[in-house]
């Protein structure tokens, strides 16, 4: 479980922690980002944050009918791209909301597991552990 | 500028027709990189000569730039239009979620055309534009929230901007403002009211994308270089522990915040709107724009009891700045924080431009004091500094009164002193109201010549605080502002937020702009910032800006500034040299 939220009242709203997530899947912007930050219904509420809390027994990976969710022994799961069908069920099990999606792959984009979100926020709102 | 780089790509909306296309225009932002650059540019070529500002022909340009979604601080959208309020030169910055939304929708500029026969609201989902009927949100009031009923209906979540107006866009209030993320604006020079003035209630933009840079390596380490510089600049961190409002007891203690219209340079009790103070009684949150670790946006929480049940109580978020605590503060002579946020309240319930609206009650309450207007023109509101419950009233009545003085009043206190009087006391530069600074010749200077009349077009401010210690000449104050306000030309065109400007110098861009693909050299760069000042002053001229007939208002030379009394002799060599180096260029 390496990124924990630690806490959400923290956040800004900055969105760096996404731009982060892309360059860790080897991307400038937003289309390869899985973790997330919503508004909790207006700004003047606040933000959560939704990032892959690397599941032991992932739901994702049992939903998926391709087998192209490999589950790590550290947690999380690993995307066997070339498995993938695109059907999105593993988007759908994911009750945390932390997988994105690829639209110019059609595939889902999986949390590896690197912590580069939490390195990236200046409010110490997430919390990177190494397993 | 890399190839398949969709920055290149110019939304084109026609409301008249409800039609939109999409033209490539590579060569536009190739030459002048992209927001302010390719604004103006776009503003030349859609905005018909003589065209008044509400015709449906004037256009509604939104712009960024190569480094929004691509480097941390690129946070900024330019807003481009001709301005209701002076007739010339419309242009405003606001950050929120709209740039990364226009950005990741996959467009380098919109240009919106023509007028919806009924109110519409306009949702944007990268290739897809539709058009909604928004005659239901059109009039509705304070209870109900115009940003959150699109939110129900729209999806984009989390990346999405929604634009919109309130009241006084409606009724093609002059300073009118749009609303974008319930605490950002374009504020200035009236978009609200062109808005209105095409029955556009709203724009919703979303999208997602990756962006393409030419060298993945170099670009993630200069990206990690600039945000560690963004943390540990000391500057960031102002902007964000105490934010803008940091300014008001040093610039109080300098004598540059203008109070009761400039009648005076000192008021008692100002600590008590201090940012400190606002941190300490109200700061309940701070936000940030999208792509922006820095977070300088304060909210502050503003407890309400109703009168009619006990111990009950309506909490209100209100963003505050320092410009809100002087025109809405120490302008109006106003040293409680709570009344400085009850009448944020209200501006921002109305949907005005806050510093407009601070120094017209500034001038209305000196006006009525000096017998200009009186009690039957001002439907029987009794205008008295420091008097929150008067200015309430007021703001509702510009609004919504149909009496002739508040008419006259929405287009502004160039206009009204124009026919009842009271010129001398009028705050305005080029026919906009003055910004917070009363600091010396590069202020007052800066807001004449500004092609945006803007505090930011050449932070005059700063030039006077220099000028505290080693004292400036005619023609390096001159110099200072034209290179400043061309230099800012290139930031507003990738579109940076200037609060970064220390940290994105020549060198910096210079290298970001290689890894979007655009290979300007330092020298190309400045030439560039000169052309775009250059465009943007032939666009106010065009309009009729008259450059010849410049003057400050006669108030400015009664209170002395942080740098003492403003000698007439020296502004008037200011004037004639910046015409003549304005003219040279054009």
Same mark, same amino acid.
């Given at each position: 479980?390496?990124?924990?939220?630690?806490?959400?009242?923290?956040?800004?709203?900055?969105?760096?922690?996404?731009?982060?997530?892309?360059?860790?899947?080897?991307?400038?912007?937003?289309?390869?980002?899985?973790?997330?930050?919503?508004?909790?219904?207006?700004?003047?509420?606040?933000?959560?944050?939704?990032?892959?809390?690397?599941?032991?027994?992932?739901?994702?990976?049992?939903?998926?009918?391709?087998?192209?969710?490999?589950?790590?022994?550290?947690?999380?799961?690993?995307?066997?791209?070339?498995?993938?069908?695109?059907?999105?069920?593993?988007?759908?099990?994911?009750?945390?909301?932390?997988?994105?999606?690829?639209?110019?792959?059609?595939?889902?984009?999986?949390?590896?597991?690197?912590?580069?979100?939490?390195?990236?926020?200046?409010?110490?709102?997430?919390?990177?552990?190494?397993? | 500028?890399?190839?398949?780089?969709?920055?290149?790509?110019?939304?084109?909306?026609?409301?008249?027709?409800?039609?939109?296309?999409?033209?490539?225009?590579?060569?536009?932002?190739?030459?002048?990189?992209?927001?302010?650059?390719?604004?103006?540019?776009?503003?030349?070529?859609?905005?018909?000569?003589?065209?008044?500002?509400?015709?449906?022909?004037?256009?509604?340009?939104?712009?960024?730039?190569?480094?929004?979604?691509?480097?941390?601080?690129?946070?900024?959208?330019?807003?481009?239009?001709?301005?209701?309020?002076?007739?010339?030169?419309?242009?405003?910055?606001?950050?929120?979620?709209?740039?990364?939304?226009?950005?990741?929708?996959?467009?380098?500029?919109?240009?919106?055309?023509?007028?919806?026969?009924?109110?519409?609201?306009?949702?944007?989902?990268?290739?897809?534009?539709?058009?909604?009927?928004?005659?239901?949100?059109?009039?509705?009031?304070?209870?109900?929230?115009?940003?959150?009923?699109?939110?129900?209906?729209?999806?984009?979540?989390?990346?999405?901007?929604?634009?919109?107006?309130?009241?006084?866009?409606?009724?093609?209030?002059?300073?009118?403002?749009?609303?974008?993320?319930?605490?950002?604006?374009?504020?200035?020079?009236?978009?609200?009211?062109?808005?209105?003035?095409?029955?556009?209630?709203?724009?919703?933009?979303?999208?997602?994308?990756?962006?393409?840079?030419?060298?993945?390596?170099?670009?993630?380490?200069?990206?990690?270089?600039?945000?560690?510089?963004?943390?540990?600049?000391?500057?960031?961190?102002?902007?964000?522990?105490?934010?803008?409002?940091?300014?008001?007891?040093?610039?109080?203690?300098?004598?540059?915040?203008?109070?009761?219209?400039?009648?005076?340079?000192?008021?008692?009790?100002?600590?008590?709107?201090?940012?400190?103070?606002?941190?300490?009684?109200?700061?309940?949150?701070?936000?940030?724009?999208?792509?922006?670790?820095?977070?300088?946006?304060?909210?502050?929480?503003?407890?309400?009891?109703?009168?009619? +049940?006990?111990?009950? %109580?309506? !909490?209100? @978020?209100?963003?505050?700045?320092?410009? $809100?605590?002087? #025109?809405?503060? &120490?302008? =109006?002579?106003?040293?409680?924080?709570?009344?400085?946020?009850?009448?944020?309240?209200?501006?921002?319930?109305?949907?005005?431009?806050?510093?407009?609206?601070?120094?017209?009650?500034?001038?209305?309450?000196?006006?009525?004091?000096?017998?200009?207007?009186?009690?039957?023109?001002?439907?029987?509101?009794?205008?008295?500094?420091?008097?929150?419950?008067?200015?309430?009233?007021?703001?509702?009545?510009?609004?919504?009164?149909?009496?002739?003085?508040?008419?006259?009043?929405?287009?502004?206190?160039?206009?009204?002193?124009?026919?009842?009087?009271?010129?001398?006391?009028?705050?305005?530069?080029?026919?906009? +109201?003055?910004?917070? %600074?009363? !600091?010396? @010749?590069?202020?007052?200077?800066?807001? $004449?010549?500004? #092609?945006?009349? &803007?505090? =930011?077009?050449?932070?005059?401010?700063?030039?006077?605080?220099?000028?505290?210690?080693?004292?400036?000449?005619?023609?390096?104050?001159?110099?200072?502002?034209?290179?400043?306000?061309?230099?800012?030309?290139?930031?507003?065109?990738?579109?940076?937020?200037?609060?970064?400007?220390?940290?994105?110098?020549?060198?910096?861009?210079?290298?970001?702009?290689?890894?979007?693909?655009?290979?300007?050299?330092?020298?190309?760069?400045?030439?560039?910032?000169?052309?775009?000042?250059?465009?943007?002053?032939?666009?106010?001229?065009?309009?009729?800006?008259?450059?010849?007939?410049?003057?400050?208002?006669?108030?400015?030379?009664?209170?002395?500034?942080?740098?003492?009394?403003?000698?007439?002799?020296?502004?008037?060599?200011?004037?004639?040299?910046?015409?003549?180096?304005?003219?040279?260029?054009?």
């Amino acid at each position: 479980m390496p990124v924990f939220v630690k806490d959400n009242e923290k956040c800004v709203g900055c969105l760096i922690c996404m731009f982060a997530c892309g360059r860790a899947h080897q991307a400038a912007g937003l289309e390869s980002s899985c973790i997330k930050v919503r508004s909790q219904g207006g700004i003047s509420r606040g933000f959560s944050v939704f990032v892959c809390r690397g599941c032991d027994d992932p739901p994702c990976a049992r939903a998926c009918p391709e087998d192209a969710l490999i589950v790590r022994k550290t947690g999380g799961v690993l995307l066997k791209e070339e498995r993938c069908t695109g059907c999105g069920y593993c988007v759908k099990a994911c009750i945390l909301d932390a997988i994105g999606w690829n639209n110019g792959k059609n595939k889902p984009v999986i949390c590896i597991q690197c912590g580069e979100c939490a390195k990236s926020c200046h409010y110490k709102v997430l919390e990177f552990v190494r397993k | 500028m890399i190839k398949e780089d969709p920055l290149n790509r110019v939304l084109y909306i026609d409301l008249t027709k409800k039609k939109f296309w999409i033209e490539e225009r590579p060569e536009l932002f190739t030459k002048y990189i992209g927001g302010t650059g390719v604004a103006i540019r776009l503003l030349h070529e859609n905005c018909p000569n003589d065209i008044d500002p509400f015709s449906p022909d004037n256009p509604i340009i939104f712009a960024v730039g190569p480094l929004n979604g691509l480097f941390p601080i690129a946070s900024k959208t330019v807003a481009m239009f001709k301005s209701p309020h002076t007739g010339n030169l419309g242009e405003s910055h606001a950050g929120g979620r709209s740039a990364i939304a226009i950005r990741m929708a996959g467009y380098g500029a919109i240009v919106i055309k023509g007028k919806s026969e009924r109110p519409c609201y306009i949702a944007i989902h990268s290739d897809k534009v539709y058009f909604r009927d928004a005659t239901t949100l059109w009039g509705v009031k304070e209870g109900l929230s115009v940003g959150s009923l699109i939110r129900r209906q729209e999806p984009g979540a989390g990346l999405r901007t929604i634009m919109r107006i309130g009241p006084a866009g409606e009724k093609l209030i002059s300073y009118s403002c749009v609303t974008l993320e319930t605490y950002r604006h374009f504020g200035r020079l009236g978009l609200g009211a062109v808005f209105g003035s095409k029955n556009l209630k709203a724009v919703v933009i979303s999208g997602k994308r990756d962006i393409n840079v030419t060298n993945f390596k170099e670009y993630k380490q200069l990206y990690e270089e600039l945000l560690l510089q963004l943390a540990e600049s000391e500057k960031m961190k102002k902007y964000h522990e105490l934010g803008t409002p940091a300014n008001i007891l040093p610039l109080s203690f300098s004598k540059g915040i203008p109070i009761k219209n400039l009648l005076t340079n000192e008021i008692e009790k100002i600590e008590n709107i201090s940012g400190e103070s606002f941190a300490e009684k109200h700061l309940g949150r701070r936000v940030a724009c999208s792509h922006c670790p820095v977070a300088c946006i304060h909210l502050a929480t503003l407890r309400k009891p109703y009168e009619d +049940e006990p111990y009950f %109580y309506r !909490t209100v @978020y209100l963003s505050y700045d320092y410009e $809100l605590i002087y #025109a809405l503060g &120490s302008m =109006l002579g106003i040293t409680s924080s709570e009344d400085v946020l009850k009448l944020i309240e209200a501006v921002e319930d109305m949907g005005l431009d806050a510093i407009s609206t601070g120094v017209i009650l500034a001038w209305i309450t000196e006006a009525f004091e000096k017998g200009i207007i009186n009690e039957t023109m001002t439907d029987g509101i009794v205008p008295e500094w420091g008097n929150t419950e008067c200015y309430v009233e007021l703001i509702r009545k510009i609004v919504y009164s149909n009496n002739e003085l508040f008419n006259d009043l929405r287009r502004g206190i160039d206009y009204t002193s124009s026919k009842y009087g009271g010129k001398d006391f009028a705050l305005t530069y080029g026919k906009n +109201e003055m910004p917070g %600074y009363h !600091t010396g @010749y590069g202020a007052h200077i800066g807001y $004449l010549f500004g #092609a945006r009349h &803007s505090h =930011l077009d050449s932070a005059g401010y700063a030039i006077d605080r220099e000028a505290m210690t080693t004292q400036k000449t005619v023609e390096e104050l001159v110099e200072r502002i034209i290179k400043e306000e061309q230099w800012r030309q290139i930031l507003s065109s990738l579109v940076i937020c200037f609060f970064a400007r220390e940290i994105y110098t020549s060198d910096v861009i210079h290298k970001c702009l290689k890894l979007s693909g655009f290979g300007f050299s330092e020298e190309e760069l400045s030439e560039i910032g000169r052309e775009i000042y250059a465009d943007k002053y032939r666009f106010k001229i065009k309009c009729g800006f008259d450059i010849d007939n410049l003057s400050l208002p006669k108030r400015v030379f009664e209170i002395p500034t942080s740098l003492g009394f403003i000698d007439k002799d020296f502004t008037d060599k200011a004037i004639v040299l910046l015409k003549e180096k304005i003219k040279s260029l054009l």
